[in-house]
């Protein structure tokens, strides 16, 4: 089979286009004849080694998994010997490693059925940020009429943020770019601000929840758009240095600066469960959330894809056409 694979950390040049063979299916497993997968911050992390106190979980000299991607939706080929959820033939989003390729494994608490109203590569925006998403308005505790800010709302984690507060009942702010503003007002935001023209932590105005997935302001500085009693959740590890990343701001000093505050401040380790994957698929079926693509590109050229992604904010996900 075709896949996407690096042999060591890196700029996008490191990665190649090469014949590999089918992956082997345990018995707890399913194996995905892959339609889509997806780019994200996760595939870049993962592809330069960075921040480098990730490398004992991702490999020291190389990565340990060394076909990128992990968002996937695609068909069933063959599941496992205990699986019984699934059969050859059904369409399904998950998590799986190594998915730029033309088939991936999936273990099957990572996998779920692929909600009829969307696209393969619609669905392949979903799992991971849909799940982080998720994750994170519930640990803000978001509530009917509070007002919740989106920092970097336009992006692939951002749009599905947007939607899902509001689907909590909160009334939501998003903060993207100036070209960005019609796309965010598009999938349902109360209100934008454009951080380009406005500083919207002057203490002018205050949110009762905010979620940062642009991960590059200073707290002292979030701390002044949150009220008094505020929640503050970091969403992601982006921003700060090569070594933690922006790990410290959210999962360190946030918590630490809370116990001398009255404003809850921290970050999201998210993690994908089955639970939260089936969750985030029912807010699709009901026609609450829209996966949001904002290129695609096919499986060669996904070295371009990362280096899109790098450029700067695209509008929504980035996904990787693999037939």
């Given amino acids: 089979m075709k896949a996407?694979?690096?042999?060591?950390?890196?700029s996008a040049d490191v990665l190649e286009l090469r014949d590999i063979d089918v992956p082997v299916i345990g018995e707890n497993d399913v194996l995905v004849r892959v339609h889509a997968a997806a780019a994200g911050p996760d595939v870049w992390h993962i592809m330069t080694g960075k921040p480098y106190m990730a490398r004992p979980v991702l490999g020291f000299r190389r990565p340990k998994v060394?076909?990128?991607?992990?968002?996937?939706?695609?068909?069933?080929?063959?599941?496992?010997?205990n699986i019984t959820r699934f059969v050859p033939g059904d369409?399904?989003?998950?998590?799986?490693?190594g998915s730029f390729a033309e088939y991936a494994i999936a273990p099957a608490d990572k996998v779920v059925r692929k909600p009829a109203r969307l696209s393969f590569e619609q669905a392949a925006a979903l799992p991971i940020s849909g799940v982080t998403a998720l994750q994170a308005v519930r640990k803000a505790d978001v509530k009917p009429g509070q007002d919740v800010l989106v920092i970097g709302a336009a992006g692939g984690v951002g749009t599905l943020l947007v939607q899902i507060a509001k689907a909590f009942g909160g009334r939501v702010t998003g903060v993207s770019s100036t070209s960005k503003l019609d796309l965010v007002r598009s999938i349902g935001a109360d209100d934008v601000v454009d951080y380009t023209l406005q500083d919207f932590t002057d203490g002018s105005r205050r949110w009762d929840v905010i979620l940062d997935t642009a991960g590059r302001r200073p707290l002292r500085q979030?701390?002044?758009?949150?009220?008094?009693?505020?929640?503050l959740v970091v969403v992601g590890g982006d921003?700060?240095?090569?070594?933690?990343?922006g790990f410290f701001r959210g999962m360190l000093r946030g918590p630490l600066v809370s116990l001398f505050v009255g404003q809850k401040l921290g970050g999201l380790n998210s993690k994908t469960t089955l639970e939260d994957l089936q969750a985030v698929a029912d807010l699709i079926e009901a026609g609450t959330v829209t996966p949001v693509v904002d290129r695609t590109f096919q499986l060669v050229e996904a070295p371009d894809a990362i280096r899109y992604l790098a450029q700067g904010h695209p509008g929504g996900k980035v996904v990787i056409d693999v037939g």
């Fill in 4 to 10: 996407i694979v690096q042999d060591r950390y890196g």
């Fill in 66 to 81: 060394p076909v990128r991607g992990w968002d996937v939706a695609g068909t069933v080929e063959a599941v496992g010997a």
């Fill in 91 to 97: 369409e399904v989003l998950g998590v799986a490693e």
């Fill in 222 to 231: 979030l701390r002044r758009a949150l009220s008094p009693k505020g929640t």
């Fill in 239 to 245: 921003g700060g240095g090569r070594w933690t990343g």
